[in-house]
């Protein structure tokens, strides 16, 4: 089969790999219908070192079932399934905390020799992983229901471990595809006002639609200068980081109110976070966040792509298939894409 391999920042390959196989009973093997290129896979994309035999990527599919182990019995062959970019048995300690990134049996696909940008799929604990699409959902549903797989129920973790409630000051920070995603899930929980921060009109006329009553482009001091005249002076009520770098930390900690919550979902590029007096403590603030477990929201928030409460499918606008991969990172690199939507 083909599948991507990233050998070297900015060196995308699509190569002939061996295909899957069943591993162990609770396996499944997919055939990979819709997959896509995710923010966090810029990070390695800008700084991954010489990998010999390069690095598998990718960790978000929808896929047709073609292959289960024995121990398998809530998917069959056929199926068509939505796949997180973690995989969990959803019912360790951790998982019935709704904890499931933290599986004792579960792990990561990306970078895994089973990971999303390819033809083919391994799936571990595939009854605990995979959730299956109503059988006949029409293909137009498909980008919305691929975002359930990571990028729009991280922006719902965020909001979620936020605390978000109905008529809260929140402040998003990002106008990438999580970001974006932040802003809707934060107005369907009923925030009152929700302050974007970004800087590319194009993304933030999105997030407009998606609920943002306010758009700050401005940075660093100033732009906390402008969320905090927004708020008279207040601060928001939950900040949610969708970033991932120390200047965007550094702004949460500088709008959030006090007493109020920062919630980061951003893939941390750095180790030192600053919680002393002049960030969090002074402050009564809380820091919470990680990464989504999205397995413990996907059954809830499917119906509500399937009845057209929510279109998190928005946020791609570009589409190309699995041999164009390349340019997809370069496209979302350059920020001439949002996210790429990729086709093997």
């Known amino acids: 089969m083909r599948a991507t391999l990233m050998y070297r920042s900015g060196d995308v390959r699509v190569e002939e790999v061996p295909d899957p196989t069943i591993q162990e009973p609770t396996d499944a093997i997919l055939r990979v219908t819709h997959a896509c290129v995710c923010g966090s896979d810029l990070h390695p994309y800008h700084d991954l070192e ?26 069959k062959v056929g199926d068509t399934v939505i796949v997180p970019f973690s995989w969990s048995d959803n019912t360790c300690a951790f998982c019935r905390d709704g904890i499931t990134t933290s599986c004792v049996h579960g792990g990561f696909f990306d970078g895994a020799p089973s990971a999303t940008q390819a033809e083919k799929l391994r799936v571990p604990q595939a009854d605990g992983t995979a959730v299956v699409v109503p059988e006949g959902t029409d293909e137009s549903f498909m980008p919305s229901l691929l975002t359930l797989s990571d990028v729009y129920l991280t922006g719902y973790h965020a909001a979620s471990q936020g605390g978000v409630e109905a008529g809260q000051t929140v402040a998003v920070i990002g106008d990438g595809a999580v970001g974006l995603s932040a802003v809707l899930a934060a107005a369907q ?52 980081e969708a970033v991932g770098h120390m200047p965007a930390y550094e ?18 590029q750095y180790e030192d976070a600053a919680v002393g007096f002049a960030s969090l403590f ?20 499917l119906p509500q792509v399937l009845d057209g409460t929510i279109d998190p499918g928005r946020v791609f606008d570009r589409e190309l298939p699995l041999d164009d991969i390349a340019e997809a990172y370069r496209l979302m690199d350059s920020r001439e894409a949002l996210k790429v939507l990729i086709r093997p």
């Open 50 to 75: 010489e990998t010999p035999g390069g690095r598998r990527m990718g960790h978000e599919a929808i896929g047709v079932v073609e292959q289960v182990g024995d121990d398998v019995t809530t998917l």
């Open 189 to 240: 929980m009923g925030a009152g006002t929700i302050i974007l921060m970004g800087r590319h009109e194009s993304r933030t006329d999105l997030g407009r639609q998606f609920g943002a009553t306010h758009v700050v482009a401005a940075r660093g001091e100033e732009g906390i200068a402008e969320v905090m005249e927004i708020t008279g002076g207040e601060g928001a009520h939950v900040v949610l």
């Open 251 to 268: 702004q949460a900690y500088g709008i959030v109110r006090p007493g109020g919550v920062i919630s980061r979902v951003g893939v941390p």
């Open 282 to 301: 002074g402050k009564n603030a809380t820091l919470t966040g990680g990464p989504a477990t999205i397995r413990a929201y996907l059954e809830a928030a």
